[in-house]
Nanobody, 127 residues
């Protein structure tokens, strides 16, 4: 069983930065890719960023490209989402998820390959 716990969310002002963390336990950390998704009020869950098992490949949603950076520290079993230049449109609950099988990056930008999810952390950006 894999467990994911997000942290680092909070209330910030427009233009501020936040770093979210996703602590993963239960399996060999390098066995799976990790993705970040977000769900804003009244909207469907949307892809934000993904990183492959050993961190060699990353992908981002167009809305966050150039502002967000996903990384992983395999020694600490943690994946990070550095978020800069936050806007009110970034307000959402952010979830991390892990995929235990190997998939091409385009597929990892959908929710379908992820078999374990965290409970989410709220990010609120005020204008």
């Amino acid at each position: 069983q894999v467990r994911l716990v997000e942290s680092g969310g909070g209330l910030v002002q427009e233009g501020d930065s936040l770093t979210l963390s996703c602590a993963v336990s239960g399996r060999t950390f390098t066995s799976y890719a990790v993705g970040w998704f977000r769900q804003a009020p009244g909207k469907e869950r949307a892809f934000v960023a993904a990183i492959t098992r050993r961190g060699g490949t990353t992908a981002y949603a167009d809305s966050v490209k150039g502002r967000f950076t996903i990384s992983r520290e395999n020694g600490d079993n943690t994946v990070f989402l550095q978020m800069n230049g936050l806007t009110p449109e970034d307000t959402a609950v952010y979830y991390c998820a892990s995929s235990s099988l190997t998939y091409p990056m385009p597929y990892l930008q959908t929710s379908r390959p992820y078999d374990y999810w965290g409970q989410g952390t709220q990010v609120t950006v005020s204008s």
